[in-house]
């Protein structure tokens, strides 16, 4: 199969077979077309995106392709959620899913990677959506400001290729778990609480739900341990790595 115009350009601007940065920003301006359509160009051409080549001794150019082409929701963007949607576009998982009906407290500072004393009061979502462009512009966002639910949760979900748990609500977390399995998705679960955490994953046709078992508040353990600024950061990049 012959190579498009815009991946011979792509071809004819490597080093090595690494497309730098201003050749990614060039062929979006010369063909008119967006950062991630170049990202995926070059991909399909063989050729890695500069910024991946510290991922390239553990993930091959065939590995960062199907990343890119994955669809992944991140339900949840306040500790642990900061940390998967930045470890995620990081990563070059091509499309993030973005849920959390929430914006940044006070209280998030300690822990909450994407909070800041300027964004008291910004959307989590917006916040997240913010960061990944400045820095991997080549991932689409999809930023839904509701917090999930039965109702919600098979419009929120479609078309993904994997569920992350970045959530704080054991009832909230049961009702996740539940739709995942009904829509046969895989879902990584994660749950933080002072200094410990657990990481599992549901595979289609799996059920985590007697994990999460039920409790009067609707909230775990963390309500009475708290949260210090480590433990979301070790949890959620387990979480990442069950994602790839």
């Not at 998030?108 to 917006?126: D, T």
């Not at 109702?151 to 009832?171: F, I, K, P, Q, W």
């Not at 399995?181 to 609480?193: D, K, M, T, W, Y």
Request: neutral net charge.
């Amino acid at each position: 199969m012959s190579l498009s115009a815009l991946q011979e350009f792509v071809k004819s601007q490597t080093t090595g077979d690494l497309l730098p940065w201003k050749a990614q920003l060039e062929a979006s301006r010369r063909f008119g077309v967006s950062i991630a359509e170049v990202e995926l160009d070059a991909l399909e051409a063989g050729v890695l995106p500069a910024r991946y080549q510290r991922n390239r001794s553990t993930l091959s150019i065939d590995d960062q392709l199907r990343l890119f082409r994955s669809r992944v929701a991140v339900i949840g963007c306040g500790g642990l959620g900061g940390y998967l949607v930045e470890e995620l576009a990081r990563l070059g998982v091509g499309n993030l899913v973005l849920v959390d009906p929430d914006v940044f407290e006070e209280h998030n500072l300690n822990r909450q990677l994407l909070s800041s004393l300027e964004r008291i009061g910004m959307a989590k979502v917006e916040a997240s959506r913010s960061r990944v462009a400045e820095v991997n512009p080549a991932v689409t966002i999809t930023a839904r400001r509701e917090a999930l639910s039965a109702g919600n949760a098979r419009d929120l979900l479609a078309g993904c290729s994997a569920v992350v748990d970045g959530l704080d609500s054991v009832t909230t977390r049961r009702e996740l778990a539940g739709a995942c399995r009904e829509l046969s998705l895989p879902l990584v679960h994660g749950a933080i609480a002072g200094w410990f955490g657990q990481v599992t994953v549901q595979m289609p046709g799996q059920d985590i739900q007697p994990l999460l078992r039920p409790t009067p508040h609707g909230k775990g353990v963390e309500t009475k341990l708290g949260n210090p600024s480590f433990t979301p950061a070790v949890i959620a990049s387990l979480q990442v790595a069950e994602v790839v």
